[in-house]
């Protein structure tokens, strides 16, 4: 493949707004509910209704907006999209055009090589969901409404993203943000958060834009990079061959790794944009803008940041915990139930965290927010650690019993006999008993042979259950054996 060309790549992303209710009535935006069950006069578009505008919708877009550096526009209007299909029973859709609520911020993706690039976000504008068709059934393709009027923001990047891993990190940070931001779930598989991209490629120096085609219904993170790729090289071979990219919408089929055609790409006006003449214009004020801002979550970037200066934590960590809103609330609640972290203090939570509680939680599909051994919980176990009761290796015993029972650490070390046993003379008599039955080992290791004193420590852990203190069996062995 000719490296001559560049990809030129811009994403719209969809991101289902978390309210209860739909965005211009008061049906459920429940997700699982009985097919066509979660509908009113309104959602349907029946003759004679008005919508009226969730307010909640406005506060969350607004969100989105202030943390992306976006302007918030005093005035914006509401517009009717058209278009006929299946699932939308109104034949329009109400979306925002012309006064989209946000415009002109960025946000900053990280590549592997730690260096730092802004891509550009041209809009944020509210809109409401169609429903669903479902062609998987054997009989006919049939249509659940219950979509319909679901509230969504559209999320618009300015075409800055110059390869599929870039549009990777983009996506990954627009998911990372709409969920610190408690906005939306950011569920891909289940489609509250979905993904076009816009591609063309051109000659590497040239400043004008290549034809460009929309790539539709990428479903993963790994899907989006999969399918830009794809597409990427299909316009490079077709340009090297002499051909012309054709202006189209393709569909990405994830089972064959293909792209293809669904219909040449509408325009603008093959919607016949006009202002939605059933609701009045969003007026926002500074005190509307200043009480979303003061609510606003620590930016994942920031809290990153923090945890790599004040706590010393190495960035890949920091990373790691940073990743979802709830580990980061997690770490930091078993911080704060411990004291200030020092820097020790800090990677021994981090290390936990990152390890078995994040493994548990993914191997019982729970929300870390309702993981069973809780921070205050987790923080009980690792203070038995640091006071010397029990040892790493008890410990992770201890961890594994928590999470089957809602005793603390504490009653499980006491009912289980788990104390570390730290006791010099107890020791002391284990080892020599040890040493008697193991003289030829005892003779290797005066002969030079140092290996054989981890043989030791194992049969010492052996004989006491894995009680015995590491540090006061080590001390002990080495005093008997060289004297
Ligand atoms: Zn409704």
């Not at 061959?241 to 202006?247: A, I, L, M, S, Y």
């Not at 059933?278 to 926002?284: A, K, M, N, R, S």
């Not at 979802?324 to 004291?339: I, M, P, R, T, W």
Request: negative net charge.
């Amino acid at each position: 493949m000719s490296t001559d060309y560049e990809p030129i790549i811009g994403l719209e992303v969809h991101a289902q707004l978390l309210t209860d209710s739909k965005a211009f009535c008061s049906c459920t935006t429940k997700f699982g509910n009985d097919p066509n069950s979660n509908v009113c006069p309104v959602c349907l578009g029946l003759p004679g209704v008005l919508p009226v505008l969730n307010k909640k919708v406005v506060d969350f877009a607004m969100r989105m907006g202030l943390v992306t550096g976006c302007t918030i526009t005093p005035t914006s209007i509401f517009a009717r999209k058209n278009y006929f299909y299946p699932d939308l029973p109104k034949g329009y859709q109400i979306s925002q055009y012309e006064e989209p609520i946000c415009a002109g911020g960025s946000v900053e993706i990280e590549t592997d090589d730690g260096s730092r690039k802004r891509i550009g976000i041209t809009r944020i504008h509210l809109e409401e969901d169609a429903g669903k068709s479902i062609h998987d059934i054997d009989i006919d393709t049939l249509v659940d409404v219950n979509r319909c009027g679901v509230p969504l923001i559209e999320i618009v990047s300015e075409p800055d993203i110059r390869s599929a891993k870039e549009a990777y990190l983009y996506l990954y940070k627009i998911r990372q943000l709409v969920t610190y931001l408690g906005i939306c779930d950011g569920n891909m598989e289940e489609g509250s958060l979905r993904c076009d991209a816009n591609i063309s490629v051109r000659k590497k120096g040239e400043t004008k834009f290549g034809t460009k085609t929309e790539v539709k219904n990428m479903n993963s993170f790994r899907n989006v990079e999969r399918a830009i790729e794809f597409e990427v090289h299909r316009q490079i071979r077709l340009l090297e061959e002499g051909e012309r990219v054709h202006q189209e919408t393709l569909l990405w089929d994830a089972n064959l790794s293909i792209a293809t055609p669904m219909r040449s790409k509408e325009e603008a006006h093959d919607y016949r944009y006009f202002p939605e003449p059933d609701l009045v214009p969003v007026v926002i004020n500074e005190t509307w803008i200043n009480s979303v801002s003061s609510g606003l979550p620590e930016h994942p970037t920031s809290r990153r940041d923090r945890f790599v200066e004040e706590h010393h934590l190495p960035k890949y960590d920091a990373d790691v915990l940073t990743a979802e809103k709830g580990y980061a609330d997690y770490y930091e609640g078993v911080n704060n139930a411990l004291g200030a972290p020092t820097k020790e203090k800090a990677k021994q939570v981090s290390n936990w965290v990152m390890t078995d509680v994040l493994r548990a939680v993914g191997e019982s599909k729970v929300d870390i927010g309702d993981f069973p051994v809780s921070a205050d919980r987790l923080a009980g176990l690792l203070r038995l650690i640091n006071d010397g009761t029990i040892s790493n290796k008890i410990a992770r015993d201890v961890f594994a019993e928590m999470l089957a029972s809602s005793d603390d650490a504490n009653a499980i070390v006491e009912r289980k006999g788990l104390v570390q046993l730290s006791d010099e003379t107890a020791i002391e008599a284990v080892v020599a008993e040890i040493l008697a039955k193991n003289s030829p080992q005892v003779e290797k290791y005066k002969a030079g042979n140092e290996k054989v004193f981890g043989f030791f420590v194992g049969e010492v852990m052996k004989a006491t259950k894995g009680k015995a203190n590491p540090g006061v069996v080590n001390a002990v062995l080495k005093k008997k054996l060289t004297s």
